[in-house]
């Protein structure tokens, strides 16, 4: 297939190398990031669109994705799809269909779980939202860059998927870090808490897959001073993204507006920059309820 891939960072540059080493024909674009072996360059996100079947976008936020639609959409070919593979709000994405749509082309938005690793190794899973047409055209493409693709829905369902599976596991993992932080002043070992958890009802991804604990349960990136894995930047993005949405349809999510003023709090205060999300651990543990 002909493929025009715009935004080349940590997660389109390794997605669009698997797609050209599956024999596909990928052109990219990046404004800063370089390209990855077997993709051609092009010298702008029109000129990496013109003639191809897919454009899929990686890119950092919804006015980004804005602007390069509209760049790219005039130039697709009738019946082509613009499949956005970014974590962007609702609105833009539905937006973005809408713009595809009256132009006769196809859109879906197709965010993604499982990280830069992931990306690499071609097993991401894709949240798709979208026509059942644009989703049969790009199912080959999730099929080389993923290990699964789910069709959640209309434009805009694969960021609400998306959106909600972080808020939960934003909220999940704050609390997993306040348990230990609580069970150490309990004086309750942490491998014996994990030992417990892990197989009773307070078991989840955060404790049993991801554990905020060094040295206990299985390796993550609290075993490695917390390098990201999933950083606390991109944690903090998603949960406001479902703070945003959550507005718009005015929906009560008390628990994910915690998590995303705890999380803004960890990351604007400096000690999370850089740092995965699972470092609230040590934060929590090192202080008191003042
Ligand atoms: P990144 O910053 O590494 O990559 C984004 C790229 O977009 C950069 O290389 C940047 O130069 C390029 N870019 C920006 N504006 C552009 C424009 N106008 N035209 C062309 N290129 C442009 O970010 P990333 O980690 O690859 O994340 C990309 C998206 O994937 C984000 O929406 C992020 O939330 C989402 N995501 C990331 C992860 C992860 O673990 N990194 C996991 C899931 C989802």
Redesign the pocket.
């Known amino acids: 297939m002909k493929i025009g891939f715009?935004?080349?960072?940590?997660?389109?540059g390794p997605m669009a190398a698997n797609l050209a080493r599956a024999g596909h024909q990928v052109t990219g674009?990046?404004?800063?990031?370089p390209c990855p072996d077997g993709v051609a360059k092009a010298a702008s996100?029109g000129e990496a669109a013109t003639g191809a079947e897919v454009v899929i976008t990686?890119?950092?936020?919804g006015a980004?994705l804005r602007?390069?639609a509209d760049e790219v959409i005039a130039v697709m070919a009738t019946g082509s799809v613009l499949c956005d593979?970014?974590?962007?709000d609702v609105e833009s994405a539905r937006a973005v269909a809408d713009q595809a749509g009256a132009a006769g082309r196809g859109a879906l938005d197709a965010?993604?779980?499982?990280?830069?690793g992931g990306a690499s190794a071609g097993t991401l899973t894709f949240m798709v939202g979208g026509s059942d047409t644009a989703f049969a055209t790009v199912q080959p493409l999730f099929d080389v860059m993923g290990q699964k693709a789910v069709h959640c829905g209309a434009s805009g369902a694969g960021q609400a998927a998306k959106i909600c599976n972080n808020m939960i596991l934003g909220a999940t993992m704050a609390v997993t870090c306040e348990a230990f932080a609580l069970a150490d002043k309990l004086g309750l070992d942490r491998a014996r808490m994990f030992d417990v958890v892990s197989t009773s009802s307070g078991y989840s991804w955060s404790m049993n897959a991801y554990c905020p604990a060094p040295g206990v349960g299985p390796q993550s990136p609290a075993d490695n001073d917390y390098k990201p894995g999933?950083?606390a930047e991109?944690m903090l993005?998603?949960l406001r993204l479902s703070q945003q949405a959550a507005e718009a349809v005015d929906a009560d999510t008390p628990m994910g507006a915690r998590a995303t003023e705890l999380y803004a709090e960890f990351v604007e205060a400096g000690q999370g920059a850089g740092r995965d999300f699972s470092a609230l651990l040590p934060l929590l543990a090192a202080r008191g309820r003042g």
């Open positions: 715009i935004g080349l960072g940590n997660m389109g674009f990046d404004l800063a990031a996100a990686m890119l950092p936020n980004i602007a390069v593979c970014s974590t962007v965010p993604v779980s499982g990280g830069v999933f950083a991109l993005k998603d």
